[in-house]
């Protein structure tokens, strides 16, 4: 080899080792520059770590002392709690899943007196084994085993119902244990001794009530006889006294006497009634009646004081409602009675009415009725409006002190109408009066009958002539939804100077000023005017004796009643009928849709007579004789008070002074009627009225046995019909009453020599 070539192989050897070099160098320092940046984040990583660590232990630190104060805080509501536990009166365990006693408070414990097995570990059946076996719980009837094993059952059930054992000592512990989500059992021991005996007393004290107002309302009752009975004789001597020849202070002094006695028998039966409602023993006797004539009985018995007090008294009855319906009448009387009481006794001028409204009820046999009592009195301010419906509750105040009462009336009605399934409320406003209503659905007694009769034909239009804006209104109202037309005038010269017109009946007011409903009708005949007239009066029978009598054709009681009004009309028909026929009336019951129908009332309401009667054969006469009346009573003024009271009648009295006495005049003497006394010694009323049944039995015949009761309380009147007597009065009697008795039992043939006070309506 050249050397020019080995040169040039060394230079290219040495050339490659400078670029090996160069490299190597450049890889040195590239792995330098690596691991100086490693290094340096190393070092970074390095101190975030120890901050890291630095945290963590410092967190760490605080960790450790919240637990530490956790748990002394863990450890105090422990303390307290179990401090608490202890505290309580009532008994606390808890029992694990397997029904072992884990804690206990004192409490729980105290019951089992220091026995040391009861401890936490000992499980609830070896509970109950102590209970019975030691003697500590009360089991009564059951056997140990029975009890334990139903306290078992209970015990294991999802919800255990709270139980109440009694221990030993009398004490009574109430066991409430209710089950945790993990098994746990946690048992409440509550001694409810004081509540047991607390409630004992009161059920004690409860009973010694109800006794108490048992006796208070049999003490009443007994009072109210005590005092009925001694009533009878004042205010029928009184009754008596005043028919006798009297001066004017000695009547005076008479009618004082009665009418006190009768204001004392008001109270006397409103005191009675009121404890019967409080004890719940008033029971409604349910019948047919009239409605009707229920109102107008009672317009009747106040007509006097709403003529002294010159109020206008009237009743706006439903023209289409019927008259009769079911329920108990002497207590729907009472509730209006009263109702109308208060509004004469508050009413000192205008007038007072007593509105009748009713509709079909939903089932269609039943009538929901209301009756409105409306005055135009002094009212009652509205803050005493409620108060007044409470028990001896009146509104107080200078107008109303100078009225009496005992503040019992509304009071009693409102639970009378409650009692009958009804409501009452009042509208009222001071100065200008009240209207007090009630709501009762009674069935009617009457299929569907309506309290309208037929119209005659031939009548279309009415003028009614009535000075009362009032009266006119009820009669323009009423004969207007007959279809019928009206019209209206208010004194006899009004009238005179619109007839004879287009009217084919004149109904005019009696009393009347200036001109009264007589001279109306005799100026109309005086000036050929032959219109029909029917005079409506308070006081019919003083007409009857009036010259001018001939020129009306009816009379009609005011207030009217309406059977009283269409058996009138009918009877003027043939008046009517020479004009030209009415158009068909337009006939609306009440909810009905209206109907179109040739004999508008087809059902003309025989509502109007009397309920029947219990039938009574009345012995056949045997010849011309006086008819015998037996009288038995043991006191001797309600003997004299009887005597005077049928003294004018023709009839051949017998007094018995008891019931043995009364049976063996009736078998001697063979009465025609026997009032008889229901309190006597030896045989009372009752057996008295059994054996003379008994009597009638074998001899034949049914003699009205009439009772005189004082008693006033439930279950006397069925009693009393049950021995068969036919009827019940109750003391004081009165005349009209015993009269009443006596012409429904007269025997044919036999006179009563007038004046007999009540027998027209009678007979
Ligand atoms: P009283 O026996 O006092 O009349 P009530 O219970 O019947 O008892 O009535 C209670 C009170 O209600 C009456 O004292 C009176 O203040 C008031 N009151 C009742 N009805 C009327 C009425 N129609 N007008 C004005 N106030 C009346």
Sequence with gaps: MHLADKLLEERRARLAAERLLEQKQAELHAANRKLDKHALALSKEIVETRAIVQTVLSENERVKSDLLHANQKIQVAERRLWHSIETIQDGFAVFDADSRLILANKAYLSVFDGL??????????????????????????????????????????????????????????????????????????????????????????????????????????????????????????????????????????????RSSGEALLV????????????????????????????????????????????????????????????????????????????????????????????????????????????????????????????????VEGERNRKFEGTGLGLAITRRLIELMGGEIWVESEPDRG???????????????????????????????????????????SQLGALGLSTLGTASGAEALACLPGDVDLVLTAHNMPEMDGMELAEAMRSAGIETPVIVLSETPWKIERDPARIHVQAVLNWPLQRSSLFSALQTLEPLFAARPTTPTARVARAGAPVEETDDPFPAMAKGAEPPEDKTIV?????????????????????????????????IELHFAENGAEAVELFRKLEPDIVFMDISMPEIDGKEAARQIRALEKSRGGHVPIVAMTAHGLKGDEEDILAAGLDHYLTKPMSKARIVRRIAEAWPGGMDIRPPVPGLQAAS
């Design 434 to 476: 009240s209207v007090f209503g009630f709501a009762l659905s009674l069935p009617a007694a009457d299929k569907l009958e309506t309290g309208a009769g037929r119209i005659p034909a031939g009548l279309r239009r009415v003028m009614i002539v009535e000075p009362h804006n009032i009266n006119r209104g009820i009669l323009e």
């Design 618 to 650: 009345t012995p056949e006469p045997s010849g011309p004789r006086a008819m015998r009346v037996l009288a038995a009573d043991d006191n001797r003024t309600n003997r004299l008070v009887f005597e005077k009271m049928v003294k004018d009648l023709d």
């Design 116 to 257: 040391e097995e009861v401890g936490p570990g000992i499980s609830y059946v070896a509970v109950l084994q102590i209970l019975t076996e030691e003697g500590i719980v009360d089991i009564g009837e059951m056997t140990p085993a029975a009890w334990r094993e139903r306290m078992l059952d209970r015990w294991q059930s999802e919800t255990p119902e709270p139980e109440v054992i009694r221990l030993w000592n009398g004490h009574y512990i109430k066991l409430i244990d209710q089950r945790g989500a993990d098994g746990d059992m946690v048992s409440l021991a509550l001694n409810i001794t004081e509540t047991v005996r607390h409630e004992q007393r009161l059920r004690e004290a409860r009973r010694a009530a109800e006794n108490a107002n048992r006796a208070k309302s049999i003490f009443l009752a007994n009072m109210s006889h005590e005092l009925r009975t001694p009533m009878n004789g004042i205010v029928g001597m009184a009754e008596l006294l005043a028919e006798t020849e009297l001066s004017e202070e000695q009547r005076l002094f008479a009618d004082t006497i």
């Design 267 to 394: 109270i006397i039966n409103q005191i009675l009634d009121f404890s019967k409602i409080e004890a719940g023993r008033l029971e409604l006797h349910e019948e047919p009646f009239d409605l009707e004539r229920c109102i107008h009985e009672l317009v009747t018995l106040m007509r006097m004081t709403a003529r002294d007090k010159d109020i206008s008294l009237c009743v706006d009855y439903d023209i289409f409602l019927p008259s009769r319906f079911v329920g108990d009448p002497g207590r729907i009387r009472q509730a209006l009675t009263n109702l109308l009481g208060n509004a004469m006794k508050f009413t000192e001028s205008g007038h007072v009415v007593i509105r009748v409204t009713g509709m079909p009820a939903e089932d269609g046999e039943r009538v929901d009725l209301r009756i409105l009592v409306e005055d135009t009195g002094i009212g009652i301010p509205p803050d005493k409006i409620q108060h007044i419906f409470g028990e001896f509750n009146q």
